[in-house]
Each structure stands twice: as C-alpha cells, then as structure tokens.
C-alpha cells in the first residue's frame, strides 16, 4: 500500500515539475520579448515556441503513462479482489520464472504458509516442478493452444507432509505469467479408493452366493442328463443362496434409500421370535455343511416394527455370524427385554473383530481387511435401518473368542 502511495507522489511530482516549468519558459518568452530588440525577440520566441512544444508534448506522454499506469494498477487490484475471494482452492498468479506474484490467503489452510511468506518465492515452495514429470513441452503447448493445462503434482505442506494436488495453470493474456490454481484431492482419492474397494467388496460378498447358485444347476443338470433322481437337497440350496443373492442387493439398493431418508417404514405388531425363524431358515443349508450349530429363542416377543426390514437386519447379522463361524461352531440369538427396548443379539464363536475396527465397522463401505473380514454394506444397511426405527446398534468382540452384534428397537409405536 506505502509502496502504490510513493509510487503516485513520484507521478504527481514529475506532472507538477513539467508544468511549473512550462509557466516559467512561457513567463521568459514574454520578457524576452519585452527586452529584446525585434530580430532577437523572433529568432528567441521561434526557439522558445519549440521546446515548449516538446515540452508540452513530454508532459501530454507524462499524463497518459500515469493514466495507463493507473488503469493496470485497477485490474491487478481487482484481480487480487477475485483471487482473495477465491476458497477453498489456492489461487496463484506467477512471473514466467514460476516466482509467485500473487496468493489468496487459501494458502494458510492448504500448505500453511502466510500469503507473505510465499509472494516472492517460486512455485517450488509449494509443489514440486511438474516439468520433471510431464515435461516442460507439453505443459507449453497445452498453454499455447488451448491456454490452460491441468495435471497433478506433489505439494508439501510447511511441515514436511505430503499433500496430493491437481494443478490447472492458465496463461495469462494481457502479461507475462499464468494463473495457478491448486486444488487438495485428498479426498476425491479417498472416494476413489472407496469406490475400488466397494468393488471388491461386492466381489467378494456376492462370489459365495452366485458359486452355490451355479454348482446346483450343474448338479441338477448333471442328475437331470442321466437321468437321475433329482435329490431336492440342491434345489434347496438354490434356493437359499438365491435367498441371500437378493438380501445383499437389496441392502444396497436400500442403504442409500434409508441414507436420504427416502424410505418409508411399514410397522406393524409381530412377532419377533417367528421374524428371526423366518430369517435364519435360508442359511439351514450353509449351517449343515459347515457343522455349526444355531440356537434360537423360543416363545413369543411381540414388536412394532417393519416386518421385512427387521428380518434382512437378523438375515445379515446371522449371515456374518455363520461366515466367520468356523466348523462346529456355535451362534445363539437372543431376545431380551429390557429398559432401553427389545434387543436382539446375534452371538458367534468365531474370530473376533480387532478393537480398533469397533468404531468403524458400521460405516459406509468400512472394510474391515477386505479379505478377511469382509462384512461389506450390510452393516451400514444395518445401522441405517435400526435408527429409522429409533433404535440403536452396536457390537461387542474378543478377538479369537468370537462377537456379539445387538440391536435395540422401541418396544412401542412412536408417540
């Protein structure tokens, strides 16, 4: 600001020096020709008339340079306005040689650097030379015919630590520079990441049913060819991987329903004890070939609730309890009364979930080691549909001694 002040005094001084002695020539041309003798006076006047008039013109040229110089300093005020106001993304305007002109103050969030700690330094300060990587060619030529370019590049924070950065450098049209624009992708990293493993995840989950679903139809071809007897065994079995197919396509499809709150609850008065029957009878097949023993409540235990969601809730919990369950095994659900409301427990002898897994394990495409413990979405679809009911859920685990995944729904209709 000091510096545009002196700046404008040093114009206005040189404008007020040319005009003074303007006046004071013309004052001399006067007296001369008052003093002079006529031949004098014409040949003093023709000279002086002449460096007046370069005089006048050095002040015309004077005037408009401060106009002009006036008018640059407008837009590049403007442009550090626009540039200030520009967040969360860092925002750069840079001389040819990289060294930085301009910074928005988005850069003590980024890098966590102050604007005047990185004006005057080059680029390097903040990410490393893309030339090295790309080349300088193509970054030139991207500049020259289309005017921007945009690639990645590796930034680094005041403290030492890595930051991921798109870059998008636009060239400068009316001077000599470009426009830099820095962006984190940090998180659009993350989220691809999540969707690679929300791939595997699917993958993964969706193998074991489609592979039981294709053995049978090859055994009951097979029976079928020579003229077998069909042994109902294998359609049974279809049946209920066919069963757990549609559970886990469902839950995904429902999970994002119930995320925007899209999903309506059909409650009604049932009978929890016949929902968890209902829901532990297509994995009689998977319990058999393993071994595992599955214990169930007995009696009656109304509740109000969706019928259908509470049973895929119990149909995914007891599908991880007998995935992790190992053979001869044992899983016991529970049915409970208690202050908070009806709780359901679902309890197997498997291996147990790390201590610090708990916290993350009931979120969106949480993976717990995609291939050991794959629990996949039906956690989240879970979670998601005990707190539309206003309940709660959770999980308790000893790792080698097996887990505990409960869940509490009210035991009466909303008020």
Request: glycine share 8%; charged share 20%; net charge neutral.
């Amino acid at each position: 600001m000091w510096q545009r002040r002196w700046e404008v005094v040093l114009f206005w001084i040189g404008i007020s020096t040319a005009i003074i002695i303007s006046l004071w020539r013309m004052l001399q041309v006067v007296s001369n020709l008052l003093n002079a003798t006529a031949k004098q006076a014409a040949a003093q006047a023709h000279l002086d008339w002449i460096g007046n008039a370069f005089l006048f013109w050095a002040l015309t040229l004077l005037i408009m340079a401060w106009l002009s110089w006036r008018e640059s300093r407008r837009r590049e005020a403007e442009l550090e306005t626009i540039i200030s106001s520009v967040n969360p993304d860092v925002l750069l305007v840079v001389n040819p040689d990289r060294t930085i002109r301009i910074c928005n103050p988005a850069v003590r969030e980024l890098f966590g650097y102050e604007p005047a700690e990185v004006i005057g330094n080059k680029t390097d300060l903040l990410y490393s030379d893309r030339r090295d990587k790309e080349g300088g060619s193509d970054i030139r030529t991207a500049l020259q015919d289309a005017g921007h370019h945009v690639g990645l590049a590796k930034g680094k924070h005041k403290d030492g630590t890595p930051i991921p950065l798109e870059i998008v450098t636009g060239k400068l049209i009316e001077r000599a520079g470009a426009v830099v624009l820095i962006r984190d992708i940090t998180e659009r990293q993350r989220l691809e990441q999540l969707r690679e493993d929300l791939i595997a995840m699917l993958v993964h989950d969706l193998k074991n049913p489609l592979t039981s679903i294709s053995g049978c139809l090859a055994m009951v071809e097979a029976a079928l060819n020579k003229g077998q007897t069909l042994d109902p065994t294998l359609v049974k079995w279809a049946q209920q991987s066919t069963a757990q197919l549609s559970n886990m396509v469902y839950s995904l499809l429902d999970t994002t329903k119930l995320e925007r709150g899209e999903m309506r609850l059909a409650r009604s008065r049932v009978d929890l004890v016949r929902v968890v029957a209902e829901s532990s009878a297509m994995f009689s097949s998977t319990l058999e070939l393993k071994n595992v023993t599955l214990r169930l409540p007995g009696g009656t235990m109304p509740a109000y609730c969706d019928r259908d969601l509470v049973g895929r809730i119990i149909s995914n919990l007891l599908g991880n309890a007998v995935k992790f369950t190992p053979e001869g095994g044992v899983i016991q659900i529970m049915l409970e009364q208690t202050e908070a409301g009806l709780k359901t427990s679902v309890i197997d002898t498997g291996r147990g979930i790390p201590a610090e897994h708990l916290d993350t394990i009931f979120r969106r495409f949480a993976q717990v080691e995609v291939h050991k413990y794959s629990y996949g979405l039906g956690l989240t679809f879970c979670k998601l549909a005990v707190e539309a009911h206003g309940g709660t859920i959770g999980v308790e685990s000893t790792v080698g001694q097996g887990s505990t995944f409960w869940f509490i729904l009210p035991t009466f209709p909303p008020s």
